[in-house]
């Protein structure tokens, strides 16, 4: 269910699953190597290119020659870019607290420690 509402906003804004998380990355360490950008999201190299040339397409991103390395585009947000990751951070906390609303403090520590275990399991 709440998939489902992201998505439905995310199409709002011509994105696809798994780009806001390339924004958030973005706009915590802005002018990145695309390498990095896939190493970050554990995605291959081809696919963080698509993503960075969709969003590219839309006006969220720009790719830019290192100055030190002629070789290397580095990835930065744009001003629209960085509008939308913070409409979409905002949402996200409004889902959280959507979806944990009636929840204790304490409860919601126990979820996030569950869920921390589950990523642990998973992580090789």
Sequence with gaps: MQTNRINRV????????????????????????QSVLAKKMDISPATAGTMVKRLEKVGYLERRRD??????????????GRNIGARLTELQKEMNELVFDGFSDEEKEHMKDYLLRMIENLTD
Excluded at 10 to 33: T, W, Y
């Design 67 to 80: 100055a030190a390395d002629e070789r290397v585009s580095n990835v930065y947000l744009t001003e629209e």
């Design 10 to 33: 995310l199409d709002e804004v011509n994105m696809h699953k798994g780009q806001p998380f390339m924004l958030d990355l973005l706009s915590r360490e802005d002018g990145v190597p």
